[in-house]
Structure formats: structure tokens, C-alpha cells
């Protein structure tokens, strides 16, 4: 048993081979306030990114969004408040990012967010979640898929992370 747990340690720190995609986290708790927004209350937040991303988390009458910053500072909102749900919501702790390379190679292909949204006006403390899956093909960069929870939702996320590049963006 412990040659078997030695080896499965081992193979965490072999290179990427490539053209493979696999995962990259990032937390959403690790942001910094950078705007505050007095008359409504709405904020910004930076957090951190992958290779040169950053993402901005935006807060605004108790719903949240997310940004992607490019390295060149471009920015791509992706409207979660309209594409997953217009209703109250709150982000999971983590960021997913799908990459391929490694090091200086490193490329995002995808990001995924968990969305957690208050619904049901009837029973205002019951939340639903959602993985929104967006796409970052060079400049087109959207959410193209809402996965529904299920016991494979985060499977089902990554693939159509994997897929996104030429998925359309949901309006």
C-alpha cells in the first residue's frame, strides 16, 4: 500500500502533457475591494486569475457577476444577472479555470462559477445552483452554458467547458 500511495503522490508533479486541459482554481474570497459605489451600494472586487487574468467580482442590489480581465486589460463581463439568473444571487468560493499548458504556456480556455441564486420569493432562504460556463476563445469571451446542480454537474461543466470554443454565447 505504500508503494501505491507514493506512486499516485508522484504523478501530481508530472508535467502537462500537450494539448491536455485540466483545472486551475482560484479563490473568490481572496479579493480586494476596489469600488465602492456609495449611492447604491454596489461594489467591485478584484480577485485573482491565471496567467495574466484577473476577474472582478460585481456586486449590485444583491446579485453578483463576474468580469474576466485579459492581460491587456480588456474586459469581458459575463452578465450572470442576465444569462443565469435575475434573481438574488450570491458566487461560490472558487473559481475553475479549464487551461492547457503549463508555466508561461499556460492558456485558459474556460472559466466556471458557481452561482448560487434565491429564486423563490415564497421561501426567500431556499437557493438553487448553477455552474456558469464560459467560454475564452481569444476575444470572444461569454457564458455559454448554465449547468443545472445534479450529482454530475461538475463533470457536465467541465465538458461543456472543454466544447465551449465553439458554443454560442448565451443571450
Not at 43 to 58: D, F, N, Q, T, Y
Not at 62 to 88: C, E, M, N
Amino acid at each position: 500500500m505504500k508503494i501505491f500511495v507514493a506512486l499516485v503522490a508522484l504523478s501530481w508533479t508530472l508535467p502537462v502533457s500537450a494539448g491536455s486541459i485540466y483545472s486551475v482554481y482560484t479563490k473568490l474570497t481572496d479579493c480586494k475591494t476596489i469600488q465602492v459605489f456609495q449611492e447604491s451600494g454596489a461594489s467591485i472586487k478584484r480577485c485573482p486569475g491565471v496567467a495574466g487574468h484577473h476577474l472582478l467580482v460585481e456586486d449590485d442590489d444583491d446579485r453578483q457577476s463576474v468580469t474576466i480581465v485579459a492581460p491587456d486589460g480588456k474586459r469581458h463581463s459575463l452578465r450572470y444577472w442576465d444569462v443565469i439568473t435575475g434573481a438574488f444571487s450570491n458566487l461560490g468560493e472558487k473559481a475553475e479555470w479549464r487551461v492547457t499548458g503549463a508555466g508561461k504556456a499556460m492558456q485558459p480556455i474556460a472559466l466556471i462559477v458557481r452561482v448560487y441564486a434565491y429564486e423563490n420569493p415564497d421561501a426567500p432562504r431556499e437557493r438553487k445552483s448553477y455552474l456558469a460556463v464560459a467560454k475564452m476563445a481569444g476575444d470572444k469571451i461569454c457564458v455559454t452554458n448554465r449547468v443545472k446542480d445534479s450529482r454530475k454537474a461538475n463533470e457536465e461543466a467541465r465538458r461543456a467547458a472543454d466544447a465551449s470554443a465553439g458554443s454560442a454565447c448565451l443571450e
